[in-house]
């Protein structure tokens, strides 16, 4: 069962042996063509830019030479082939997603209302203690956790979480780990940060809200 | 006649001081009273008691008459309620707190459900009196009477519509209400000693455990019991009404009272329900942590604060949806593991308030390491074929749907495999099929692309799916679902993907699938076929006949036996199977049409 009709030799020897013709466009030529296996065994699997930092011209036109000698073209090997490309595309997909996680700008904006201690900063884990109160942009409180009269202060503790695990919305982890003990910041954090389209169903915070929440870190661990 | 004897007794102790009053003095007294009290002599016995005289005798040996009186006093005959209520009254100011408690616990066990209502609503405030004079020995009496009040509600029956809440008619409300009222004083207290105990703390540098608050930890201690079995029963079997379908709700009431008592006593609502995630530290106490935070009760929280939003005022609004999820999903397959209805829907309703809150396609697939994230699946596959009750039923599988909407297309992915390999319904199985298929075509819309519905990461998957189980025998009617949902999916691929361009792959596959998966089907359908059309001609040649069939076995339900089919019903049944096979061959043959001669391109 043949998948596509062979291809053809595009360069002849003189062609491929000639400063005009870039290594990449052979990789690409041979990736584009050959089955997985040889790849493999060529060592010519992966990003075109690395291979072609590995790979010296020769090595390529060989590679290319043997291809159509061998013909083991795509779609002539068996079912072990597609399960290497199956782990390939795993990993590969692994580490898009990690590069994508990193891109962008912050989705929140911290103004210190007042400095803490500037040395006991919250690391990814530890316990924090804090007292907040979270507005809408429109003014309305949503939520706080600080208690209305002296007397109420003495049963209410602060809020305690391990932070950075993101066991609170995005924007708090972020936020909190660069404050200190005894900071005190107003924190205005986007939608997509904090309850983004759905928002909290049944609760004051509607659907792609941007939360602005007053916060003060009380203790670290 | 018991008049006098208790006359007698009264006068002759009169002289003696209290320690010398013998037992037999005691049993008179007890027996006497009682029979003058259930005679309807009750004013002579309540001048007796009131008598200045004699308040030495009635505070060793009163006890012994509540009885009798609760027993007037629950008939509600009115004749006898006013002299008899006058006596419990005096008793109650006179007598010693141990005692009476004793009393009038006993008076508590009663049978009947409408009796149980009366005793609690009569009972409950004397008892509150009584244990407030007991004072700081107060907690373990006041765990054994909220233990003693719980065992009697949990004979009530319960109201299962809106209307039964409203009439009440086995004052379940009522007790309900009574309850809150009854704690009231004693969660005030632990509140105070908690402030006071802050205080202590910030003048004297103690740690918790030190505290000289032993006693006020043992209060808290028989509250938090108390609350954690409220959360079981009633609580967990009892359907609440939001505020928009009964405005005025006393079970409603009760279940954001025992939230308050919970806060009252230091327990904060966010760590009970996100205890399973949370590692907690071992409490120092005389309770084990699962026994002091049973599991249930937990899960009925969760339900109460996700569900019902009781509370929601004081929950915090910064937690993630995600984390929410992680810990109802524990909560979520308690609930899912139990068969009653009420825990089951409750299960259901979590679930699916918890995924609501979710952006589709948000969940990731390391989620799926979690082991409640594929434990309660397996639930729901139980809910959805197992559960007696159609709408749990239906339900079910709708939040199935929900849930596997949430997940991000690797995360759909591997759990497709997984439903595949362990729901063992081919029900199921056709339904994960259909969501195959619908990825896919998801996958092949332009600008839609992605790895794992398309390309080489697709074909593990598919084989999977075109598969019969058990070869060439496998027995089509009880694999339909599936079978026809693999069909549907095979058909669809050599439709839409075009061979020149094989983006998920089907057309290198094609010739595997034959040998797996179609020849052995060919081979099935005409194996069953030939099987059912024989017998068809069987049974037609046997109705001919008109002799009565011996049936090999009988079926009874209850003590009724079931009638044998009749040979029309088994007619029907075998030609709506032959019908069947016609409808896989049709498949079959219109996948061949369109892929005959596309292969070898």
């Known amino acids: 069962l043949k998948m596509a009709d062979e291809p053809t030799r595009e360069w002849s020897d003189e062609q491929l042996k000639s400063d005009d013709l870039p290594k990449k466009d052979i990789i690409k030529f041979i990736q584009d063509n050959a089955a997985h296996s040889f790849l493999n065994e060529q060592k010519l699997l992966g990003n075109i830019k690395n291979v072609a930092k590995t790979a010296k011209k020769e090595q390529l036109i060989i590679a290319y030479n043997q291809l159509f000698e061998s013909k083991r073209f795509k779609g002539t090997e068996p079912i072990e082939e597609v399960t290497e490309q199956v782990r390939t595309v795993k990993i590969e997909e692994k580490a898009k997603d990690v590069e994508v996680v990193d891109e962008g700008p912050p989705k929140y904006f911290k103004s210190v209302l007042k400095k803490g201690d500037k040395s006991n900063f919250p690391k990814k884990g530890d316990n924090v203690s804090c007292w907040y109160t979270g507005s809408l942009e429109d003014g309305t409180v949503f939520d706080t956790n600080i208690p209305t009269t002296a007397r109420k202060k003495k049963q209410t503790k602060p809020l305690t979480f391990k932070v950075g695990l993101g066991r609170v919305i995005r924007g708090w982890d972020e936020a909190i780990l660069t404050m200190s003990k005894g900071e005190t910041a107003r924190v205005e954090i986007e939608p997509e940060w904090a309850y983004g389209r759905k928002g909290l169903p049944d609760s004051k915070i509607p659907p792609n809200a941007k939360l602005i929440f007053e916060v003060e870190l009380v203790a670290v661990d | ?601």
């Open chain 2, 1 to 601: 006649m018991a008049l006098e004897q208790l006359s007698d007794v009264v006068q002759r102790c009169q002289a003696l001081s209290d320690d010398s009053y013998t037992t037999e003095d005691h049993d008179v007294f007890s027996v006497c009273g009682r029979t003058c009290i259930e005679e309807g002599d009750s004013v002579q016995v309540l001048s007796i008691v009131l008598d200045e005289k004699n308040q030495d005798i009635v505070r060793c040996m009163g006890w012994n008459l509540l009885p009798s009186l609760i027993q007037v006093l629950l008939k509600k005959q009115d004749s006898k309620i006013s002299p008899c209520l006058a006596i419990f009254r005096h008793l109650l100011q006179t007598c010693r707190p141990k005692e009476l408690l004793i009393g009038l616990l006993e008076q508590l066990e009663q049978d009947d459900p409408d009796t149980i209502a009366e005793s609690l609503h009569l009972l409950l405030n004397p008892l509150q009196k009584v244990l407030l004079c007991l004072g700081s020995r107060k907690a373990s009496s006041l765990g054994m009477t909220l233990s003693s009040v719980l065992d009697q509600v949990a004979k009530l029956p319960l109201p299962h519509t809106k209307e039964q809440e409203e009439d009440d008619v086995f004052s379940l409300c009522r007790t309900c209400t009574d309850l809150i009222d009854f704690v009231k004083p004693f969660v005030h207290e632990a509140r105070q000693n908690l402030l006071n105990g802050g205080e202590q703390n910030k003048s004297t540098n103690k740690t918790a455990g030190e505290q000289g608050g032993d006693k006020e930890d043992e209060l808290r201690t028989e509250l938090l019991k108390f609350s954690m079995k409220t959360l079981s029963h009633p609580l967990l079997e009892l359907q609440l009404r939001d505020p928009d379908t009964l405005a005025v709700s006393p079970l409603r009431n009760f279940a954001t009272e025992i939230l308050n008592t919970l806060r009252a006593i230091g327990e904060s609502l966010p760590s009970l329900v996100f205890q399973p995630v949370l590692k907690r530290k071992q409490v120092e106490g005389f309770l084990e942590e699962e026994v002091r935070y049973p599991k249930e009760s937990l899960a009925s929280l969760a339900h109460l604060v996700f569900v019902h939003h009781l509370a929601a005022d004081t929950f915090p609004s910064v937690f993630s949806s995600v984390f929410c999820l992680r810990c109802n999903m524990e909560h979520v397959f308690l609930l899912l593991s139990r068969t009653e209805e009420s825990r089951i829907q409750k299960g259901l309703e979590l679930y699916e308030k918890s995924l609501v809150r979710l952006e589709d396609g948000s969940l990731p697939s390391d989620l799926l390491e979690i082991k409640s994230f594929l434990t309660v699946p397996q639930n729901l596959v139980k809910v959805m074929t197992m559960c007696p009750q159609h709408d749990l039923r239906t339900r079910g599988l709708k939040v199935l749907q929900l849930s596997i909407d949430k997940f991000d297309t690797e995360a759909k992915y591997n759990f497709f495999q997984y439903m595949l390999k362990t729901s063992h319904h081919s029900g199921v199985e056709g339904y994960v099929i259909k969501n195959i298929k619908i990825q896919i075509d998801n996958a092949l819309q332009p600008g839609k692309s992605n790895a794992w519905f398309e390309g080489p990461q697709l074909l593990p998957l598919l084989r999977k799916v075109l598969i019969l189980p058990d070869g060439p025998e496998t027995d089509l009617l009880q694999y339909l679902d599936r079978v026809m949902e693999s069909l549907n999916l095979l058909r669809y691929l050599v439709i839409r993907d075009k061979a020149t361009e094989n983006q998920t792959g089907i057309w290198t596959e094609l010739y595997k699938i034959e040998d797996t998966f179609l020849k052995p089907l060919r081979v099935g359908v005409n194996m069953s076929r030939a099987h059912y059309e024989r017998e068809l001609h069987n049974t037609m040649e046997t109705k001919k006949g008109k002799t009565k069939e011996e049936s090999v076995l009988s079926v009874s339900v209850g003590k009724e036996k079931l009638p044998n089919m009749t040979s029309k019903s088994q007619i029907q049944a075998l030609h709506s199977a032959l019908h069947t096979f016609d409808m896989i061959e049709s498949v079959l043959v219109r996948i061949q049409e369109l892929t005959e001669g596309k292969e070898n391109l």
